[in-house]
């Protein structure tokens, strides 16, 4: 079935930092990988997303990169602050019936914690 | 706020038990998602509805259904439960349930579930 693997599972950086994540995923009909920060407690939060037809993508201090081929995707956090302390995750979508159905599928997410 | 609303926010309820959680989406989105999210866990994908069909389904147990209305609320029944169907079970909408159409999936805030 489709399977999306996320790394690592924990990532600890100095403020200022970069932290990098990264995902795979098995299912070859993906389109879309959004990804997702939640805090302790809160519902996910879409913080940046890529579609299949494009290679990279930036805003401010984040930027996702997606490689189709490899079937893999990364998160970049640039100077990072406490406030970006939190468990982030990727997912990728694969539609199933056309514009109707799809599943979303997650990795297993990363705890981000950046140190002052 | 996402426009995702999700009640109640909090249950408890005995083993054995039989819930309704319930979900109402983004004005203007058609499709459904339902998550489960368990105690330092990912987020699990469990069926996801567009229109008032299933169009999706995930690794949802037999003793969980699931449905969404014309008036494009959903809910998802919990039956005979479990101590370990104590989670977090969240719903997300979209406009389409096709990523590359440019629609973001938006998540609700949760229903904390704790059987006892």
């Known amino acids: 079935g489709e399977n999306v693997e996320q790394h690592p599972s924990t990532l600890s950086v100095q403020e200022g930092d970069s932290a990098v994540i990264k995902c795979t995923y098995s299912?070859?009909?993906?389109?879309?990988f959004p990804w997702y920060k939640q805090e302790l407690g809160k519902r996910p939060q879409l913080i940046i997303d890529?579609?299949?037809?494009?290679g990279e993508k930036k805003d401010q201090r984040i930027a996702v990169t997606l490689n189709k081929t490899a079937k893999h995707f990364s998160l970049h956090i640039t100077e990072t602050q406490p406030e970006d302390s939190a468990v982030y995750f990727c997912?990728?979508?694969?539609?199933?019936?056309?514009?109707?159905?799809?599943?979303?599928?997650f990795g297993q997410g990363t705890e981000l914690s950046v140190k002052p | 706020d996402s426009g995702v609303t999700q009640t109640p926010k909090h249950l408890i309820t005995a083993t054995g038990q039989r819930v309704t959680l319930r979900c109402s989406p983004r004005?203007?989105?058609?499709?459904v998602y339902w998550y489960q999210q368990s105690l330092d866990q990912g987020l699990q994908f469990l069926i996801q509805?567009?229109?008032?069909?299933?169009?999706a389904k995930g690794n949802i147990l037999e003793r969980f259904s699931a449905q969404q209305f014309p008036d494009l609320h959903s809910e998802l029944n919990l039956s005979s439960l479990e101590l370990g169907d104590s989670a977090l079970y969240f719903c997300?909408?979209?406009?389409?349930?096709?990523?590359?159409?440019?629609?973001?999936?938006?998540f609700g805030e949760g229903s904390w579930l704790t059987v006892v």
């Open positions: 509805y567009y229109n008032g069909e299933e169009r």
């Open positions: 299912d070859s009909a993906s389109n879309y």
């Open positions: 004005s203007g989105d058609l499709s």
């Open positions: 997300a909408s979209s406009v389409t349930g096709q990523g590359i159409s440019g629609n973001t999936i938006y």
């Open positions: 997912a990728a979508h694969s539609q199933r019936v056309y514009n109707q159905g799809g599943k979303l599928i």
């Open positions: 890529i579609r299949s037809n494009v």
